[in-house]
Structures are given as C-alpha cells and as structure tokens.
C-alpha cells in the first residue's frame, strides 16, 4: 500500500497569507494520480485538486497543486477565512487508494 | 445538480445488523464508481471500498474486506454499505462519493460526497 505522510500536521497562519502543505509518499503515485481535499467541522470533505495539479470545478485559483512522483504540494496563495479547515491528500495511483492523516489550518 | 443523498443516523448495539444507503441523483448512476470512507471520531479518511453500479463489480480496501458488504440497486440509483453484526469499533461517519472513470475503466478521486451518516454502536 501507499502510504502519505502529510506535512505539517498543523499550520497556523493569518487571514492573507500563504499556506504551503506537503503530501509524501511511501512510493512513486502513479500517473500523478493525486488529489486533495478540505474538509470543515460537520461537513463532507470537498474536492479541490486532482490529478496533483486540476482543479475542481468551482475551486477559487488561490488553491494550486503541483508535485510529481513521491512529493506534492497544496498551495493556497493567500489564505481567505473560510478556508481555514483540514486539508487531506489522496492517492489513486495503485489500489488500495490511500488518504494522508491531514494538515489542519488554523488562525494565527 | 449532483447530489448524493444518505440515510440517517443509526444508534445500534452491538451484534445488530445494518445497511446504509446513498442515492444518486442528477447524474447517469451507472456511469461513475460510488465509493464509501470512514472517519472515525477525530480522525482521519479511510477509503473502504468501491462499487461500479453498471456492472456491480465491487472492490474492498483489505482492512474491510469481510467485515462489510458493498451493494447497489442501478434500478433505484442507491448504494448501500451493510454489517451483519457490528462492534462499538464500527462507531464512526460513513460518506459515499462519486468517483468518475479513469483510464477507461478504473477508479479514482472523489468530486461529490454525501452529507455522511453517523452510525453510533453501543450498548
């Protein structure tokens, strides 16, 4: 199994920053076949990223991923409150498919 | 629009069965993998296992293999995830999500989620 270890597990920033967070893993991700997802307190995680680097529809372009092989990156280029939340990478390379323990982004 | 819709909340004790659904809709059902993931209380996502309802070929994250069975009536857009006997372990939030086809055939990421259904197990 993949395995994705995410980095750091938390962050905590200002509104108007920028939140860098890492997505390693265990062994090369298949076609880069990586995405990420948010996920707010009560609800369902949403998609933001796959494919390491398409956004979903609707994903403001503040959200960027990139990254290949074993080491991905989600950018948000400058944080907006409502995007304070737990981000989480998923692999869909090889099966089983895989999610990172999350990053949580927090206010400063 | 899209939507995957859940059953409710269940409270049950253990050894009881149970059997979840989540019901397609706005999209062509049997064209898309629905998955289903746990998060325990505070934890993180765990992927469980898929289905492909236009042919119903099913696939099991290895941890969950045996433990639960996944299901789908094309007929009615519906996915279920079901126990036969449940343990105070099987206490966490299950969501489906859709996930398109990749390389042809395959599985992949999720671009819609269900609202979850919250499965308490205690006695």
């Known amino acids: 199994d993949i395995v994705l270890t995410q980095s750091p597990g938390t962050l905590s920033l200002s509104p108007g920053e920028r939140a860098t967070l890492s997505c390693r893993a265990s062994?090369?991700?298949?076609?880069?076949?990586l995405a990420w997802y948010q996920q707010k307190p009560g609800q369902a995680p949403r998609l933001l990223i796959y494919g390491a680097s398409s956004r979903a529809t609707g994903i403001p372009d503040r959200f960027g991923g990139s990254g290949s092989g074993t080491d991905f990156t989600l950018t948000i280029s400058r944080l907006e409150p409502e995007d304070f939340a737990v981000y989480y990478c998923q692999q869909y390379g090889s099966s089983p498919l895989t999610f990172g323990g999350g990053t949580r982004v927090e206010i400063k | 629009e899209v939507q995957l819709v859940q059953s409710g909340a269940e409270v049950k004790k253990p050894g009881e069965s149970l059997k979840i659904s989540c019901k397609g809709s706005?999209?062509?059902?049997?064209?898309?993998?629905i998955g289903w993931v746990r998060q325990m209380p505070g934890k993180g996502l765990e992927w469980m296992g898929i289905i492909y309802p236009g042919d119903s070929d099913t696939r099991y994250s290895p941890p969950f293999q045996g433990q639960v069975t996944i299901s789908a009536d094309k007929s009615i857009s519906t996915a279920y995830l079901q126990w036969s006997s449940l343990k105070a372990s099987d206490t966490a939030m299950y969501y489906c999500?859709?996930?398109?086809?990749?390389?042809?055939?395959?599985?992949?990421?999720?671009?819609?989620w269900g609202q979850g259904t919250l499965v308490t197990v205690s006695s």
């Open positions: 706005g999209y062509s059902f049997t064209g898309y993998w």
């Open positions: 062994q090369s991700v298949s076609s880069n076949y």
């Open positions: 999500a859709r996930s398109p086809l990749i390389r042809g055939y395959s599985y992949g990421h999720f671009d819609y």
